[in-house]
């Protein structure tokens, strides 16, 4: 079954990356170290590309869904936020846009001037 | 009655709940064609209404939830496919890239701070805002590490992300720049995962750019983020 070993190739990095971070106490989240492992599995013809690629696709084209029980944990602090929560909200929103035009325009001028 | 309380303890019936509440998101987010309406955050204010109105704890709900959360392990790994198939890019952009990673990481931070400082908001909610622009994973340990509240940290990552996804085409849109890398950059280091979600959609170029980001943003703001704060606090 090409799913299933797509499935292991793709929890064997998670596992690994893992190991990493808390056997051998890399500072990097396993998942990122995991990630990590893939790309250079990828690299140097460890993994080939349609061994994980069907996977990939699938997951990462839900990967709002995965965010839910995140969202829903809000509910625990509900509490703490009662008085400020709209201005965290706005603050939030604000630094959002404007890392995001920041980081859009450095590349994009940087990209331009070394052309 | 004892039926129905075996059937709203059970994990998989939460993760129904909320697979289908997302499924009413994208059906209200198709019709209504507003942007604002969010899949997700329909999604989690549906689940939260449920739980409320059944008088459900959250503990519960993650007995199903965690089976969700569970993927986002493999789904981080999965980005290095994109970003893998886009090596070249990469290779011929890395200045650019990681320069703009870095300014975009920075900004994040000292804003935070700055704005947190001007509302005049709780000492520990400012820090616990700090690593909102990363992933998940690593925001809670930049939480913990600069003494934030990492639950706070989960609500502000998720909200940022959402915030991400719903403004980005807008924003490109208002700076006409049709830049893929740069758009891509600037997706993943601003909203992490799930503003890369909304990147996937636009592109290849675009999702394995913001998918790169992700991780570097990550590391960098590990770096950053004690560093501006205890500058601010000097001055």
């Known amino acids: 079954m ?57 997951l990462l084209n839900h990967l709002a869904i995965l965010f839910i029980p995140a969202g829903v944990g809000l509910l625990a602090v509900t509490g703490m936020l009662k008085e ?21 325009y450095v590349v994009h001028a940087l990209r331009r001037w070394m052309t | 009655m004892d039926d129905i309380d075996v059937l709203l303890t059970t994990p998989i019936f939460w993760v129904l709940i909320s697979l289908m509440a997302f499924e009413i998101g994208i059906w209200i987010n ?32 993650n007995q199903g939830g965690q089976i969700i959360s569970f993927f986002l392990g493999p789904a981080t790994v999965a980005l290095a496919v994109p970003l893998y198939k886009n090596r070249a890019l990469l290779k011929t ?50 939480s913990k590490q600069i003494g934030g509240i990492p639950e706070i940290t989960v609500a502000a990552i998720v909200m940022t992300g959402i915030t991400g996804a719903i403004i980005a085409k807008l924003v490109f849109k208002v700076l006409r720049l049709k830049d893929s890398v740069a758009i891509g950059v600037a997706i993943g280091t601003s909203a992490h995962a799930l503003g890369t979600g909304e990147a996937i959609k636009m592109g290849e170029v675009e999702g394995a750019m913001s998918g790169l980001s992700i991780g570097i943003a990550g590391l960098v703001t590990v770096i950053l983020a004690p560093l501006v704060i205890r500058m601010l606090s000097y001055f």
């Open chain 1, 2 to 58: 090409k799913w299933i070993r797509q499935i292991i190739i793709l929890l064997l990095m998670v596992v690994l990356g893992e190991i990493l971070n808390k056997v051998f106490k890399i500072p990097i989240p396993g998942n990122i170290m995991g990630m990590i492992l893939m790309l250079l599995a990828l690299q140097t013809g460890l993994v080939k590309l349609d061994q994980v690629e069907g996977i990939s696709k699938f």
């Open chain 1, 84 to 104: 400020s929560w709209h201005i965290l909200v706005f603050i939030a929103v604000v630094t959002t846009i404007l890392v995001m035009v920041m980081t859009a």
């Open chain 2, 30 to 61: 198709k019709k209504a064609k507003i942007s604002l309406l969010n899949p997700l955050l329909i999604a989690i204010i549906l689940v939260i209404l449920i739980l409320t109105f059944l008088n459900i704890d959250l503990e519960t709900y």
């Open chain 2, 93 to 142: 952009n890395g200045i650019p890239i990681l320069a703009g990673i870095t300014v975009g990481s920075f900004v994040s931070i000292l804003s935070v701070i700055l704005l947190s400082k001007l509302f005049d908001i709780e000492h520990i909610l400012g820090l616990s805002l700090v690593p909102k622009s990363i992933t998940t994973p690593i925001g809670i340990e930049v």
